[in-house]
């Protein structure tokens, strides 16, 4: 490939990295410079910053947000949590939980079980010691935004694979179905009429994809022309 | 190079490739991170890969090179030279004459050309004391290639504006014209067509170039009996 052997010989530019990242140019950060950014600088940004960011291959990358993506993550989010709650299987955490997956790599999923098991003395809540922790949830759950590409979810699939997440599941607002992924290539597509299968992750846990896009509707108007 | 990172003025990548006129992410160098780069990265091979890069803004960014472009523009300064030298009207400089306009600011039109009597001392022009030439062109000439966007020509012109110029050439091979801005202003913009003759104003007073000259091809008849070469 042309472009292969021309990257070889010049040094790399913002379009090496924005392909790597697999992210618009619009969320990746120059503050600190790419490729230098570490966990401390991470903690900065996430204590003063403007936006919520991940950091990856010591960048910082903004995380889109979107009003109809955060309501179908708050929402899913309810619903497992009534589960984990009922059944006391660990911690369910929404958008607002970071974890280091390994060192200089900190995602943000839109939600995440944490399964006791992988807190050997529980979970820290009092003065914890660092915005984010160092364990990878059981399962990882992300609304996919529009400016999320294929190339970034690809990759962040990689990551909470090898950092030892078990179950991740992609919602997709736009086509209504979920993707399943039990590895970063076994993937199962459900759609409207099928059911989510919490697995061994979350044993006995079922949950319609219709159940995840209800979408709230407001009453009808009580009135005159109603009927009684 | 640089241990400290400095600060990037910009906030994010878009920012950046917004101030260089949305030029393609390929050609804007991602070390120095944009925005924090200093005329002395320029003269670093291991920064620039050795191609030719401009600085804007902290900003590298490689110039879109182009044969067709490449080769007009050395004929536009052939075209030039002609005219100047036997006046020893002052000095022209090719693709790879780098002006700093600033400290963060150094642009390298594809031709350019300075009179004598424009600097303090004309020997400054000739073998300058640093790597950069400390004054405005009096001539800037750009030849457009296929990936130069319109923005990033534009935000160019007001630069040159800002920093002196005194007159500005934008040579487009595939409408086969040239836009003149008198001080890289776009108020005063003409159009020369084929037909048109081109002038130098004050910069290079009695100049005459039919814009004909400049695209007419040149090449002779392909020979006989050879094949074409794909």
Redesign the interface.
């Given at each position: 490939m042309a472009a292969t052997t021309r990257r070889d010989?010049?040094?790399?530019?913002?379009?090496?990295?924005?392909d790597a990242l697999g992210v618009?140019?619009?969320?990746?950060?120059?503050?600190?410079?790419?490729?230098?950014a570490t966990e401390r600088d991470w903690v900065d940004q996430h204590v003063a910053g403007d936006r919520p960011c991940e950091l990856v291959a010591g960048t910082l990358v903004?995380k889109p947000m979107g009003w109809r993506e955060g309501w179908l993550g708050s929402h899913i989010f309810a619903l497992i949590r009534e589960y984990v709650v009922r059944h006391n299987l660990g911690v369910m955490v929404g958008d607002g939980g970071p974890y280091r997956l390994v060192p200089g790599l900190i995602r943000l999923p839109d939600a995440a079980f944490v399964s006791w098991d992988r807190f050997p003395d529980g979970p820290v809540f009092e003065s914890p010691e660092r915005p984010y922790i160092e364990v990878a949830p059981d399962l990882a759950v992300e609304v996919i935004s529009e400016s999320n590409t294929a190339r970034e979810m690809g990759q962040k699939l990689g990551e909470y694979f090898k950092a030892g997440v078990r179950l991740v599941w992609y919602v997709e607002p736009d086509r209504k179905e979920v993707g399943v992924y039990t590895s970063p290539k076994k993937k199962a597509t459900v759609g409207l009429d099928g059911v989510l299968d919490g697995g061994k992750v979350l044993p006995g846990f079922t949950l319609p994809v219709a159940a995840v896009f209800d979408y709230p509707a407001r009453p009808a108007p009580r009135g005159k022309k109603r009927p009684r | 190079m640089a241990t400290t990172?400095a600060?990037?003025k910009?906030?994010?990548?878009?920012?950046?490739?917004a101030r260089v006129g949305d030029v393609?992410?390929?050609?804007?160098?991602?070390?120095?991170?944009?925005?924090?780069a200093t005329a002395n990265d320029l003269l670093d091979p291991?920064?620039?890969?050795g191609?030719g890069c401009e600085l804007v803004d902290g900003i590298l960014v490689?110039k879109d090179v182009g044969a067709r472009a490449e080769y007009l523009a050395y004929w536009i300064g052939r075209l030039i030279g002609r005219f100047v030298d036997p006046q020893n009207l002052g000095a022209l400089f090719g693709a790879q004459g780098p002006f700093r306009f600033k400290l963060d600011l150094v642009r390298m039109p594809d031709v350019s050309f300075i009179r004598w009597d424009s600097v303090d001392d004309p020997a400054d022009l000739e073998d300058p004391p640093g790597a950069f030439i400390d004054y405005p062109p009096d001539l800037a000439v750009e030849v457009f290639s296929p990936g130069n966007t319109p923005r990033e020509m534009a935000i160019k012109l007001q630069e040159y504006a800002r920093a002196g110029v005194k007159l500005v050439w934008y040579v487009d091979p595939e409408r086969r014209d040239v836009d003149v801005y008198p001080k890289g202003r776009t108020k005063g913009k003409k159009t020369f067509r084929e037909g048109d003759v081109l002038d130098g104003g004050a910069v290079l007073p009695g100049f005459a170039l039919p814009v004909a000259d400049i695209f007419k091809s040149r090449a002779p008849a392909k020979k006989p009996g050879r094949r074409g070469r794909k």
């Amino acid at each position: 490939m042309a472009a292969t052997t021309r990257r070889d010989r010049t040094p790399p530019t913002v379009g090496d990295l924005l392909d790597a990242l697999g992210v618009p140019a619009g969320r990746v950060r120059l503050d600190p410079p790419p490729g230098r950014a570490t966990e401390r600088d991470w903690v900065d940004q996430h204590v003063a910053g403007d936006r919520p960011c991940e950091l990856v291959a010591g960048t910082l990358v903004e995380k889109p947000m979107g009003w109809r993506e955060g309501w179908l993550g708050s929402h899913i989010f309810a619903l497992i949590r009534e589960y984990v709650v009922r059944h006391n299987l660990g911690v369910m955490v929404g958008d607002g939980g970071p974890y280091r997956l390994v060192p200089g790599l900190i995602r943000l999923p839109d939600a995440a079980f944490v399964s006791w098991d992988r807190f050997p003395d529980g979970p820290v809540f009092e003065s914890p010691e660092r915005p984010y922790i160092e364990v990878a949830p059981d399962l990882a759950v992300e609304v996919i935004s529009e400016s999320n590409t294929a190339r970034e979810m690809g990759q962040k699939l990689g990551e909470y694979f090898k950092a030892g997440v078990r179950l991740v599941w992609y919602v997709e607002p736009d086509r209504k179905e979920v993707g399943v992924y039990t590895s970063p290539k076994k993937k199962a597509t459900v759609g409207l009429d099928g059911v989510l299968d919490g697995g061994k992750v979350l044993p006995g846990f079922t949950l319609p994809v219709a159940a995840v896009f209800d979408y709230p509707a407001r009453p009808a108007p009580r009135g005159k022309k109603r009927p009684r | 190079m640089a241990t400290t990172a400095a600060k990037s003025k910009f906030r994010t990548f878009a920012d950046a490739l917004a101030r260089v006129g949305d030029v393609p992410a390929a050609r804007v160098r991602l070390y120095p991170a944009p925005g924090t780069a200093t005329a002395n990265d320029l003269l670093d091979p291991a920064i620039t890969g050795g191609r030719g890069c401009e600085l804007v803004d902290g900003i590298l960014v490689e110039k879109d090179v182009g044969a067709r472009a490449e080769y007009l523009a050395y004929w536009i300064g052939r075209l030039i030279g002609r005219f100047v030298d036997p006046q020893n009207l002052g000095a022209l400089f090719g693709a790879q004459g780098p002006f700093r306009f600033k400290l963060d600011l150094v642009r390298m039109p594809d031709v350019s050309f300075i009179r004598w009597d424009s600097v303090d001392d004309p020997a400054d022009l000739e073998d300058p004391p640093g790597a950069f030439i400390d004054y405005p062109p009096d001539l800037a000439v750009e030849v457009f290639s296929p990936g130069n966007t319109p923005r990033e020509m534009a935000i160019k012109l007001q630069e040159y504006a800002r920093a002196g110029v005194k007159l500005v050439w934008y040579v487009d091979p595939e409408r086969r014209d040239v836009d003149v801005y008198p001080k890289g202003r776009t108020k005063g913009k003409k159009t020369f067509r084929e037909g048109d003759v081109l002038d130098g104003g004050a910069v290079l007073p009695g100049f005459a170039l039919p814009v004909a000259d400049i695209f007419k091809s040149r090449a002779p008849a392909k020979k006989p009996g050879r094949r074409g070469r794909k």
